[in-house]
């Protein structure tokens, strides 16, 4: 899957205090840079280390033919459902599965889905 990036960061989530107000203000400053009628994505990638690290974080949308990043078809993914859409709930539970050994991840591209509908999907790379 290609995929265009509209914007980027880099971040770290816990030695970073303004964190949320980073990531926060890259949706809401690009956002509007995505059509209303595509699936947006948040791609992380480039991890320094684990979840502990920096990492780089970008927004974009599903584009093979004029992408800029490209996430590897051949990634086995442990997909996660919000049904909530409270994103960094969701994330404490990846972070509680890996520490319980539920899940070994690979930290190569994770990606938050976002479709149309409201529906989110968080995939993380595993090994």
Do not use: C
Not at 42 to 60: F, H, K, M, P, V
Not at 91 to 113: A, L
């Amino acid at each position: 899957m290609k995929v265009q990036i509209i914007n980027k960061i880099r971040a770290n989530n816990f030695k970073d205090p303004d964190i949320q107000v980073k990531i926060q203000r890259l949706w809401s400053e690009n956002l509007p840079k995505i059509p209303s009628n595509t699936i947006k994505y948040g791609i992380y990638y480039e991890y320094q280390s684990d979840y502990t690290g920096d990492y780089t974080l970008a927004i974009g949308q599903e584009d093979n033919t004029h992408g800029t990043l490209l996430i590897p078809d051949n990634n086995k993914y442990k997909i996660y459902k919000n049904n909530s859409n409270n994103i960094p709930l969701l994330w404490q539970q990846i972070w509680s599965d890996e520490n319980s050994k539920m899940i070994i991840r690979k930290y190569d591209y994770d990606f938050e889905k976002y479709y149309l509908n409201g529906d989110v999907e968080i995939y993380i790379s595993i090994r």
